[in-house]
């Protein structure tokens, strides 16, 4: 009698597991491989990917630079930029912006939209999703 009620609950579990597998993924979608989690935007600084849906950049010696949340990546010969969305999807405050100057290693930020396209030399920066940085790793 021990072994039946062994067995049904080996059973239960497996089925609770496939069932949790598939409703992950078709909610989510399947992002839970972060073996490629790094992708070098220059010589000093990477984008990295800290959860399915959460990146930063950080530089050579590992210190986070643009802490999460990160939407949009450009880079330019001078610089890298970064939207940044708010910490919630659905919040009014607008997205914030980082530069990173390439001649001098110096971050500036965050900024409104305005001031980052006001102050800054981006026309020659075409900002792209973080996930297309990732599509051919």
Known sequence: MKNKYALITIISLIIIGVIIKIFSMSFWGDEGDFSNTR????????????????????????????????????????????EQRNSRENSKIANKYWVIDLSNDKVIGPLSFEEYSNAYEIYDIELRPVKDYYKNK
């Open 39 to 82: 992708v070098p935007l220059s010589f000093n600084y990477t984008l990295i990917k800290s959860s399915s849906k959460d990146y930063s950049i950080i530089d050579k010696s590992g210190m986070i630079i643009i802490n999460s949340f990160i939407k949009k990546v450009g880079i330019s010969n001078n610089y890298i930029s970064a």
